[in-house]
């Protein structure tokens, strides 16, 4: 179990520490803005499109094996990203990362679900979230504190003597874990759900910048239809698909995977647009600012540890909800904040999201793999991380359109004097309205800074009360669709394929009829 947290909280400070890093990135590679932002998305969108494909691959080649090679892929990654000299370069590496990352995940808690049964499972799914949202939450805390004492290639090779000491130590530790009849692979599915998840998640990148109407987002968003449509047809008929659609039958499948993706969607959307207002507002550097996100993940770890109390108590209804309740109330904190409220509403917001969301995640997690038969945990780990990865990506992409929107037009009067290049450059960004700021004569750089900051707060303030609809949305889907508590009677498999949760229940049934390779 600490292999497998190690390697899952590297993935996910991967998932944020490049964020500090990018204008050290932008002075030392000469990298435009474009190439600044592949930089981040490269990895996202290689690792979104590969999740399914590798979850399905574990399954039928041995979960240990695939979780190796990741380890593998991303080590090799992390070192020649260290020593890119050029933005392609890096770029390249950060997409090899994305593989790896993709080959990492969902074999932790496809492992995770095999290992452990009962109350054991449901407290090692409670770790996995906890460390998952530690790793979010810490990644601008790493990459702040390297940058003040190394170079930046540090960020990257900080992974790998942690990719290293796994594979040696997991390699022996880690038990093998596979379906034994799963049948020959389905390649066109495999194909069509690679092109369709690339296709969304690329839409959703290049929606905030080139709008959600854009000629470019439509046409990614218009071919993600089309593959993915074409995915659902080609595996409803076949008889060895990659992700069986069945499983949506189920309210407690269904239910859970809606709610992860909507809870990550107002996480990370909050995460992204609360990380600049600690800097660019409230004047934090890098480190400070990635200090102040700590409480998020302290109480993260809290809300997790309490939920398998929760559930046994209150059943996964009624935790899950109050959980995405309680998230919703933080997010709504934050419509509050002000230029000159300092920290306070955003240490508020980031205790009672870390609270929530650890409390409701948790057991939503649980009720994804519960549902499954036990051979299909890669594909219900993969199922669960792409939830997680697609709703974050439509969380930060919103959001971002949401600061885009309140921030320009705000700021665009205190600009209007500038000439053309420097007023477009005030008005794309905070942190651009910033850098002019610095270059103009004292009294006028400091008008605009305070129109932009004013500007940007009012965002914040609008990207509060989103985060808080959005929260509580997924707090009524948990109320309405997701069953009270498990039960033998929810497995998503059929008579012959016992879903974890009833291998669990009732001991009797000793899964004989859906094979569980463990060695």
Known sequence: MALLSASLLMIGLDNTILNVTLPTLQRELDASTSELQWMVDAYMLVFAGLLLTAGNLGDRVGRRRVFLAGLVVFGAGSALAAIASTPEQLIAFRAVMGVGGALIMPSTLSIITSMFTGPRRA???????????????????VG????????????????VPIAVVVLLAGARLIPESRDTHAGRADLPGVGLSIAGLLALVYGIIEAPTHGWTGTRTLTAFALAALTLTAFVLWELRSSHPVLELRLFRNPRFTAASLTIALAFFALFGALFVMTQHLQLVLGYSAFAAGLRTVPAAAALIVGAATSTLAVSRLGTKVTVTAGMLLAAAGLAVAATATTTTDYEPVLVTLVLCGLGIGLAMAPATDSVMGSLPVRKAGVGSAMNDTARLVGGAFGVAVFGTTV?????????????????????????????????????????????LAAARDAYTEALQRS????????TLAALVALVLLPARASVASGAGSDEEPSADALEEDPTIDGSSAPLATG
């Open 464 to 471: 509060g009360l989103v985060g808080a609809g959005v929260a």
């Open 123 to 141: 407290k090692a799914i409670a770790m996995w979230t906890a460390v998952a949202g530690i790793g979010v939450a810490l990644g601008p805390v």
């Open 404 to 448: 885009s929107q309140v921030y320009a037009p705000r700021v665009a009067d205190a600009a209007g004097a500038l000439p053309g290049p420097a007023r477009a450059l005030a008005e794309d960004s905070l942190q651009a309205a910033v850098r002019v700021a610095a270059q103009l004569p004292e009294a006028q750089g400091a008008e605009l």
């Open 144 to 159: 702040g504190w390297l940058l003040e004492r190394f170079w930046w290639g540090s960020i990257f090779l900080v992974n």
